[in-house]
């Protein structure tokens, strides 16, 4: 192991790409906790038309990434396309504060929103992908830092996520439907706030272990070590057209299937197809070495799963919201706690054990006993069945109007944080380790794009949570006509992906070939 792999402390660089990506994360997430209450309450849109927003939106978000990263890695470089997406992505908030400002005036409302958040989810896509891809960058291949660098960077996310609903909640949501704006206006300042670090301190801080600047030009123009019988030959401009075409009318075709077969809304089947076209374009490109291709297909294999650890995880903004709501006794010394605080409780948790997993993972990695990516993965699977075993069990005998005990909830909470760190972070240090450089934005927009199939995919579950007076409902055979039915559906989805994740752990690792 080199002496730069034994240093426990990180470099500054690390620091200044959390509090960049804090700051946008006041900016997304509170814009995200007013939202859905605006469309309502001051738009006068039904729940039905403002839920099918608001998942069109969260789905979008985690799909442009891909376009970012394929922006960043051909053309622009890291830098050119994190001040981009900065950009388009204040302006994005600019406008939701604009069609605040004139809410009374709901046609006009409506198109500043609409095109406010089409420059958000298209602002997202090139920040997002690349500011997390910068991390990796700071340090050197293999250097054994990088899991706790993640997680550090995560928990910046985090900080982020708590701070956001409080500020653009008690500024936006009093009930006063005019006040809306002062929410999103908070969110454009956090964004600002985003922007000017980044501008302010990137040539300070973004320096490679190399101590050259990072992310000025794109990994796609920047000649790799290949030897002559590995590298594809050149391709005339015919056959890249005829190549292209021949993907263009794959995208169709399967989009169509989606959505005329198996009856998918329009935005549902563009996530759905591109999650299928677009890792098949990435792994088919020419360049790749075969060393480099298994990698590639250890970020799918890993994705695949991780769609059953989101989609479960995700219940949070639904079914779990529903059941804090209508189940969940949530007096506090005399004091009923609102159902929307619980959004709290994970960020809450994520902050206070992220340094904790952080150091675990860094002594791990001194000691050479750091557990593979799969094998903790597999475990943040394993954590995330627990939690709702937990509560399925809390929950088994109640009947429909009872109420049970803050601390199940709030167990669950806990247990899938714990998961959460296992999983999340450590996914996001996998594809950088394992991405050719060349294709290191694009694979984490692909790696997210795994999140907008796994969001989608949570909203079909929560439609699945039982309700007084409806019958029973059923998915692939499992009845769910209780929350303990409904619960446990998540425990053995959740279990038994992790036991399969585990098993195949080993044939993993050795597709990694040596990265950890």
Known sequence: MSEKQMKKGHPRGLYFVFTTAMSERISYYGMRAIFTLYLIKALAMDKELASAIYGNYTGLVYLTPLIGGYVADRFWGMRKSIFWGAVLMFIGQMLMFFSALYYQNNELARILMYSGLGSLIFGNGFFKPNITTMVGSLYEPGDKRLDSAFTIFYMGVNVGAFIAPLVAGYLGDTGNPADFKWGFLASAVGMLLSLILFVGWKNKFLIGPDGQQLGLIAAGKVK?????????????????????????????????????????????????????????????????????????????????????????????????????????????????????????????????????????????????????????????????????????????????????????????????????????????????????????????????????????????LSGLYPEEGVAAKHFMGFEIATMFDFFMLFVLMSGIAAVILFVLSSRLKKLMHGVQ
């Open 224 to 460: 790799h070590n290949q030897s002559e019988k590995e590298a594809a030959p050149a391709r005339s401009l015919k056959q890249n057209i005829t190549e292209f075409a021949l993907w263009a009318i794959g995208a169709v075709g399967v989009f169509a299937l989606f959505r005329f077969v198996f009856q998918f809304d329009t935005f549902g089947a563009a996530i759905f197809a591109t999650s299928l076209i677009m890792p098949a374009y990435v792994i088919s490109d020419r360049s790749l070495t075969k060393i480099e291709r298994q990698r590639i297909w250890v970020i799918y294999i890993i994705a695949f799963f991780v769609i059953f650890f989101w989609s479960a995880f995700e219940q949070a903004g639904a079914s779990l919201t529903y059941f804090a709501d209508e189940q969940t006794d949530r007096s506090v010394f005399g004091w009923e706690m609102p159902a929307s605080f619980f959004q709290s409780f994970n960020p809450v948790f994520v902050v206070l054990l992220a340094p904790l997993f952080s150091s675990l993972w860094l002594k791990l990695g001194q000691k050479n006993l750091e557990p593979a990516s799969p094998v903790k993965q597999s475990l943040g699977l394993l954590f995330l069945a627990l939690g709702y075993l937990v509560i399925a069990f809390g929950v088994k005998g109640v009947e429909p109007g009872m109420k049970v005990s803050i601390m199940w909830l709030t167990g669950l909470y806990f247990i899938h944080t714990m998961g959460e760190l296992m999983l999340s972070p450590i996914g996001l240090s996998m594809v950088n380790k394992l991405a050719p450089v060349r294709f290191a934005s694009l694979l984490m927009g692909v790696w997210y794009l795994s999140m907008a199939t796994a969001n989608k995919f949570a909203g079909m």
